[in-house]
């Protein structure tokens, strides 16, 4: 079964939520030993292996893995909210690594 090499974050720096998607990255990458890359604006992968609306066209920011057998797949393309509607660290985190454990 392919296990996760590394970690992509295709991302804008004038996006609102840039620095807690970076965060995001660094903290997964440190904790699961993964090696992690930064894609601006790289619309063409996320169109091919992200998510996107009904017409087709992506968003940003968004958070891949890249398998050991050359496959990517989508890890978190909407930030969760917490009780207060503000943007949960903690509830990405969990929701990443989930999908993570699924994949091994």
Do not use: C, F
């Amino acid at each position: 079964m392919a296990k996760p090499r590394k970690l992509i974050l295709v991302t804008a720096p004038h996006h609102p939520q840039h620095k807690l998607w970076v965060q995001l990255l660094e903290e997964i990458a440190n904790e699961k030993g993964l090696d992690k890359e930064v894609r601006i604006e790289d619309y063409v992968l996320l169109v091919e292996h992200g998510d996107t609306d009904d017409l087709g066209m992506a968003w940003l920011p968004q958070l891949l893995v890249e398998l050991d057998n050359g496959e990517i797949k989508l890890l978190l393309s909407r930030m969760p909210l917490d009780e207060n509607l503000q943007p949960s660290l903690e509830l990405a985190k969990k929701e990443v690594m989930k999908k993570l454990e699924e994949i091994q």
